[in-house]
């Protein structure tokens, strides 16, 4: 099961939970659930509560602002929807499009998801001299798309109003359209 997304107090976007965790800040009353996941209920001796897809927090809680997500190897594999940035097959491995050692660093703007096949025939190439060119270019996630993006492109349109706004494309963010 996916993991469950925190709303501020605000209903502003926070952070993803695992569900034990979520169930916690219910039952402590902490958190209500403001969207259940259909037709699945927790059941105990004394608690009988729907399954949490989003929840809000009762109080408010200051969050320093960050302008972009921070780079890790998972966010790298979200952002791209597991799809290798060659091929379009499942991605399970991140490639540095200017590899390591030709000076290329963690960043969202050097690294693409990729298969391992892909990964490995690429090597310390750049996609141009490999011959792979690249599906789609990659881009910084604003911290509120990295955790939508983390909840899975089907559930980002059963998000409570308000929560998922109109998104562009990731072509409409400086790449080209994913071939499909």
């Known amino acids: 099961m996916r993991d469950t997304l925190v709303l501020n107090a605000s209903f502003e976007p926070l952070s993803t939970v695992t ?3 979520a169930v916690v800040l219910v ?3 902490k958190a209500v659930v403001e969207q259940a996941r ?3 209920r927790m059941r105990a001796a004394a608690v009988d509560l729907p399954v949490p897809r989003v929840i809000r927090l009762c109080r408010y809680v200051r969050v320093p602002f960050r302008r972009h997500a921070p780079w890790s190897r998972r966010g790298v594999l979200i952002r791209d929807q597991h799809r290798c940035a060659y091929c379009g097959r499942r991605a399970t491995t991140v490639d540095h499009v200017v590899p390591k050692a030709q000076g290329g660093g963690d960043s969202w703007l050097n690294t693409v998801a990729s298969c391992a096949e ?6 310390d190439r750049t996609p141009e001299e490999a011959g792979m060119p690249l599906l789609h270019r990659p881009f910084v996630p604003s911290p509120a798309d990295a955790m939508l993006l983390a909840l899975g492109a089907d559930d980002r349109s ?3 109003d308000g929560v998922a706004p109109a998104r562009a494309e990731p072509a409409a963010l400086g790449g080209p359209a994913r071939s499909a």
């Open 19 to 21: 569900l034990n965790r």
């Open 27 to 29: 039952l402590t009353d």
């Open 158 to 160: 059963a998000l409570p």
């Open 118 to 123: 892909d990964n490995h025939r690429k090597a």
């Open 38 to 40: 259909p037709g699945l």
